[in-house]
């Protein structure tokens, strides 16, 4: 991988939403047309998104994207934030065909030029000729061009003459999407988009706000248990976004919540992969009960990292030390919480324990030598 378009293209393929054989369809859509027409459609949608990722990873010159090494721009710098935006082009492309245009009786989408330019600025989409004759690759066929271009006061006519349903099913969920203020949903093509009517969304304001983008049916069932016990454990919560994927954050203290800050776990989704973050301040108060925990939670207590630099400095306010099976660990916490894991069912409640157990009050770290 060389340019920072590819990795964040890469994410934005593992963020496509897996989905079961069947799922709900509201009676909304299939008065529009059946519930077999729309699922052959959305199957050939995926699969559509799931060829331009791949083609944006294999040549991202030629789909017109930005190409930034990544040996010479770092993380942080204007290129690569620039690039993690320019992943989605190509859904904010699908997407605002999708919502723009009018859904013909024959599954064509019109739309007039002038309002598909005024919406593609709106979404910073720049040069629309050149990506919609990409998307003939695809299958998805532009008529109303001039030369290339988009000319005032014509109809715009968007089709798929290989399966026209794929129309249909584009036109739902972003109509759906666009109403409801759920572009990321649509960039994952989350089959919960169908669940209700056009106005109504009935997910993403608990744990599946994360966890639908875990592959792992383990991992989502895990991250449920978690949330549901912290829910009952009193603790408030807020859903937060990073570049490489959702999270939710649970406090203690409303207060905390309110300023975001203090949280004591995190659920989060790093490029799709579901990892629990959480805050222990005195392992003192935690070491008796590591012995009752499985090997598996105490190797991740086992494990020490070099901190910051302000452990160097000793002006550290946020990294732990602490004894564990002869080992001295420290654990920095100033960035991120100072511990994560992948718990099972079968092991996340010692890790929920561990740090109720441990209290709010920071023991004094061993100092550096």
Known sequence: MKYWIERWSQLRKKELISYPDKFPIHETYTAICSYEELKSGFDRLHEIFTHCYEDILS????????????????????????SREESYKYAKIFYVLGYAGELLSNSELRMEANKLKEQCKTLKITNIGSYLEILRNYGIVTDG????????????????????????????????AHKTNRFHDFCRLNYKLFESNWDTIEYGGDVDYVSDLFPSRQDRETARLIHEELIRRNYCYNFQDWNEGPQIRYYKKESDRNRNTNADFWITSIDTEFKLYFRIKNMDQVLAYMKQCPQSVIDNFMNSDNG???????????????????????????CNP?????????????????????????KPAIPVI
Not at 64 to 81: G, T
Not at 308 to 334: F, P
């Open 59 to 82: 040549d991202p010159a030629g789909m017109i994207l930005p190409v930034y090494d990544m040996n010479e721009y770092d993380y942080f710098s204007r290129e690569a934030r620039s």
């Open 145 to 176: 061009l001039t030369n290339g271009r988009l000319k005032s006061g014509r109809d715009i006519i968007i089709s798929s003459p290989d399966n026209k349903n794929v129309i249909t099913v584009l036109h739902i969920l972003a109509a759906k």
């Open 308 to 334: 910051c630099a302000n452990r160097i400095s000793g002006t550290c306010a946020s990294g732990i030390s602490y004894e564990l099976n002869g080992k001295t660990i420290w654990r920095c916490g100033c």
């Open 338 to 362: 100072n511990f994560q894991a992948t718990p099972g069912i079968q092991d996340y409640l010692y890790y929920i324990n561990a740090v109720d157990m441990a209290g709010n009050k920071k």
